[in-house]
């Protein structure tokens, strides 16, 4: 090789050099972005991560409970009302600040606030733009959830030791749903309201048939399905076992623990797949 | 000649039933000011987004600093800066903190990221605006940001897409005036714009594109002397009389074009056409004799304006 083919791959050379830590820490980089992001409005996420638990608590835990309680037959378990609704309503925070950050800022940053063309134009690909949102989502609803659960003590809602368990189980159901929402919202070229849309007909139906605030098999069975399909009702019931002892076949554990997680699974590769074809027109 | 940084032979872009980009082959060297000047949808930003190792090309050859943006996207993507056409800043943050999120893309370490915001911001002259959200700047403050955002990683090769679109004449000046200095630096920088002018006061050497095709190539004083005459003399009659009168100047200049708006006589001394054209009894509404641009050499290579 000649020296003056040398010195024409220095610049070949440097570019290697230059990409080993973008591609090594791409996925992190784009996360610290997100999350400096969020914190620019933390205050308001803060209120709501300790006034929310506060408020669903005492109205369903110790306002409806005195009610429910009177009249349960054992249907809990042999739970009281408030351990058997905490679980839950863990899960709903978790799902609905998944939700939040797996929908508005995923359309935006193709469209109103274009960052992800930024990030693809400095050595980032579309998988660790991808991975680093979602990250980012975690880092938001894992306090969330934290908070949440330290409320739960407050209210005395955690029988079991094991209750802490609720803060992951918790966290892995705002995230199977928030990616797989995110899969949806990486195509959506136009705002039509598709996020008011998800939020009022795919989220709120589910809260309140997946089993949250009555046993699912208490239901009709013709709506019992809906609980099957609800990634809140596996994480829910998983909930209930860790937090009182409700006694469930072990195959069915296995059921709430694999379906999430399948969720995410599929919902973070697709996202990965749909953001990586648009960014490259 | 040193290597070049960039060349293409035989880019072609096609989109299911449209060709972007038809074919085109260019080489652009070390240090040199390279522009792309065609009108809106001549191909430019297509070229400009594969060059930049954004989009994949559907055939054809591209070497960008001897490696393949099929294989090296993020290698090629870490030494160059990009402009984009479209504004992408992070809205939702300040203007030092977009900065220094974008030199973190690059693995830089973040006392090097505020380092070299505060001295990129300086260098816009955005210092006093660093703490602004965003949101909050003007649309040409805006534009302004992402040069300096452009610069963090030392770029050796600076991809501009129309770069001065919708600015205001003071702010493009403060703009070309940043990129000559990094012209002097030794940064390679590579342009598209619809902008004569601006094709004429930044790049070295150019190609004029059209239809995604490149229908000529060289620096704006040899295509102005290779397409046009030294001098142009445009005169306006009313647009209802302009296609009347050119038949009556036949023989006068070298070359007549006339479009809607105007009667443009190619010629290397203007003053005498012009004093032809008043002997013949022809009064125009309007007169001028101006040196010939990069414009009147697009419309002798298309048959049409740069700006419809």
Redesign the interface.
């Known amino acids: 090789m000649t020296v003056l083919s040398d010195t024409a791959l220095a610049p070949a050379e440097q570019a290697r050099a230059a990409a080993v830590r973008p591609r090594r820490w791409g996925s992190w980089y784009v996360a610290e972005h997100r999350i400096r992001a969020i914190q620019s409005y933390y205050k308001t996420l803060l209120f709501t991560a300790i006034g929310s638990p506060f408020m669903y608590l005492f109205a369903l835990g110790v306002g409806l409970a005195t009610l429910v309680d009177k009249n349960s037959g054992g249907a809990f378990s042999g739970a009281s009302y408030l351990a058997f609704v905490a679980p839950a309503l863990i899960c709903s925070a978790a799902v609905t600040a998944a939700v939040e950050e797996c929908t508005y800022p995923i359309l935006m940053g193709f469209k109103w606030n274009a960052i992800f063309y930024g990030m693809n134009a400095a050595p980032l690909t579309g998988r660790q733009i991808v991975n680093g949102v979602f990250l980012a989502v975690i880092a938001r609803i894992l306090p969330t959830t934290i908070i949440f659960f330290l409320v739960m003590l407050v209210f005395g809602a955690v029988p079991s030791p094991w209750g802490w368990l609720n803060v992951p189980i918790a966290t892995l159901t705002g995230m199977s749903f928030g990616v797989v929402i995110a899969s949806y919202m990486a195509t959506v070229e136009t705002d039509a309201g598709q996020p008011a849309f998800i939020q009022r007909f795919i989220i709120a139906p589910l809260l309140l048939f997946s089993g949250t605030f009555f046993p699912l098999d208490s239901m009709p069975v013709y709506l019992q399905w809906i609980g099957w399909i609800s990634p809140l009702w596996h994480g829910t019931q998983l909930g209930r076992d860790v937090s009182y002892g409700q006694v469930e076949p072990g195959w069915l554990i296995a059921v709430h623990i694999v379906y999430p997680l399948a969720l995410c699974v599929f919902g973070w590769v697709r996202t990965q797949q749909v953001v990586t074809k648009r960014l490259n027109k | 000649m040193p290597?070049p940084?960039i060349t293409a032979v035989d880019l072609t872009k096609k989109y299911k039933d449209f060709t972007a980009v038809d074919g085109i082959s260019f080489e652009i060297a070390p240090g040199e000011a390279f522009g792309f000047l065609g009108p809106n949808g001549a191909g430019k930003s297509t070229t400009m987004?594969m060059i930049?190792a954004?989009?994949?090309r559907t055939s054809g050859e591209l070497d960008i600093?001897?490696?393949d943006p099929n294989q090296?996207?993020?290698?090629?993507?870490?030494?160059?800066g990009?402009v984009?056409q479209?504004?992408?800043?992070?809205?939702?943050?300040r203007v030092r903190?977009n900065l220094i999120?974008?030199g973190?893309?690059?693995?830089m370490s973040r006392a090097d990221c505020a380092r070299k915001a505060d001295e990129l911001l300086d260098f816009a002259q955005l210092s006093d605006r660093s703490k602004a959200k965003v949101d909050d700047l003007s649309g040409g403050m805006k534009r302004r940001l992402t040069i300096p955002?452009s610069l963090m990683?030392d770029p050796?090769i600076l991809l501009l897409d129309e770069p001065t679109t919708g600015l205001d004449p003071q702010a493009r000046h403060i703009l070309w005036d940043r990129l000559f200095r990094l012209k002097e630096q030794g940064t390679t920088l590579v342009l598209t714009t619809h902008y004569m002018d601006e094709a004429e006061q930044l790049c070295d050497r150019l190609v004029v594109v059209d239809k995604g095709t490149i229908m000529a190539e060289g620096s704006p004083a040899a295509l102005i002397a290779e397409y046009s005459t030294r001098e142009v003399v445009e005169l306006r009659f009313g647009s209802d009389r302009n296609a009347v009168v050119a038949a009556e100047l036949e023989g006068v200049g070298e070359r007549i074009e006339v479009l809607p708006d105007r009667i443009l006589i190619y010629s290397n001394d203007g003053e005498a056409e012009l004093a032809e054209v008043v002997r013949r009894g022809l009064e125009p509404i309007t007169s001028l004799v101006r040196r010939s641009s990069l414009e009147d050499v697009f419309l002798r290579l298309t048959g049409r304006s740069l700006i419809e």
């Open positions: 290597a940084v987004r930049g954004v989009s994949t600093l001897g490696l090296n996207g993020p290698e090629i993507r870490s030494q160059l990009v984009p479209q504004d992408n800043l992070d809205m939702e943050l903190d999120v974008y973190r893309y690059f693995g955002r990683n050796r």
